[in-house]
């Protein structure tokens, strides 16, 4: 049957097959158009702030089936999610990823079908997401300095990463970003040298303030270095024009004054977006996470394994994001933020 959409202020009403269907609200009023899937908590590289130094990985049968990944994603996007993110652990380590990618690029009305990876086996991945249909790729790059990328990553080889970045650049990925985490006595002296990498307008180089989320627990607001702090820094050698921030956006976007390219600060801590933010998260095995910030999970793969109705999986989804926390603000206010999860579990 034919479904026909009517859009009533903040509310959409789907009249088809499934009856009536609502907008994913939750009881703070805010709309999710943005759906982060974690495909898998396995990494190949062991990131000091994200990965604990003994990682316990998910038994396999607990992860999700790209079939069980499509039909979420699927009914997500029938109640208004026009945006989803793949990430892991490393989602390239999950074995034909792109196939994942063709299933989620074919769903109607999603706009951007984009991935997060550490970018060690992009360059030989590059091709075939790109034909799959991914369109964006954000890489993350946390040192310029081959030996204390491989120290931060556990190992990892600065070369292939920037192999992986060289390789998305000539399959055309759009948004291309790569994200730096910023954290003070480790590799805040390299901020002006990772902001360098934009000014020719073909990468966008984001900032992201250090979070509670590493896996071996060192983190702590000295080591927090502020988003105002990156800024200044990055004057001390570009003239930065700030621009409009888009609703629901993570990061405040500058603009070289003088080079083509711009930078992203995401100040999660200093200065959190909660207040519009229009994301939520689906784990590897099954939780759904409305807030990364929030320890609480709804797992929806019992539904999905069973014979449970689309509108049975949907109730469960709407039931879950109403339930979204307001957010770090609170948590700072109420001066509770502490460690909340290894990063790897739930993918940023």
């Not at 703070?28 to 396995?42: E, M, P, Y």
């Not at 921030?245 to 004054?257: E, H, I, L, P, V």
């Not at 689309?310 to 460690?339: C, W, Y």
Request: proline share 4%.
């Amino acid at each position: 049957m034919k479904r026909h959409v009517f859009k009533l202020s903040s509310l959409c009403i789907a009249i088809g097959g499934l009856g009536v269907v609502t907008v994913l609200t939750d009881s703070h009023g805010r709309i999710a158009r943005k759906l982060r899937i974690s495909v898998t908590d396995r990494c190949n590289f062991r990131c000091q702030f994200c990965m604990p130094t003994h990682p316990v990985w998910l038994p396999r049968s607990e992860i999700l089936t790209y079939e069980e990944i499509y039909r979420v994603s699927s009914l997500a996007a029938e109640m208004g999610v026009e945006n989803i993110r793949l990430s892991g652990g490393e989602p390239l380590m999950r074995q034909d990823v792109d196939k994942l990618v063709g299933l989620l690029a074919g769903i109607p009305g999603i706009r951007q079908l984009s991935m997060t990876t550490n970018g060690f086996l992009l360059g030989e991945k590059a091709p075939a997401l790109k034909r799959a249909g991914l369109k964006g790729v954000t890489v993350s790059l946390h040192s310029l300095k081959s030996d204390r990328f491989s120290e931060i990553s556990g190992g990892g080889v600065l070369q292939k990463v920037i192999a992986g970045i060289r390789a998305a650049k000539e399959n055309g990925f759009k948004p291309l970003k790569l994200n730096a985490v910023i954290i003070r006595g480790c590799n805040d002296d390299e901020i002006a040298d990772l902001a360098s990498l934009a000014v020719t307008g073909d990468v966008i180089v984001r900032f992201i303030e250090y979070m509670p989320f590493d896996g071996q627990r060192l983190w702590g607001m000295e080591k927090v270095v502020s988003g105002n702090e990156i800024v200044e820094k990055i004057q001390e050698r570009y003239k930065l024009v700030p621009l409009q921030r888009q609703n629901g956006s993570t990061a405040q976007n500058y603009k070289f004054a003088d080079e083509a390219g711009e930078i992203g600060i995401i100040t999660s801590i200093t200065a959190p977006f909660c207040s519009d933010c229009d994301r939520i998260r689906l784990s590897a095995d099954g939780k759904i996470v409305p807030c990364l910030f929030d320890r609480t999970g709804f797992d929806i793969r019992p539904l999905l394994r069973s014979a449970a109705s689309d509108e049975e999986v949907m109730s469960f989804m709407r039931n879950a994001i109403s339930r979204k926390a307001p957010g770090v603000e609170t948590l700072l206010k109420l001066q509770k933020l502490e460690h909340i999860r290894p990063m790897h579990t739930i993918g940023g």
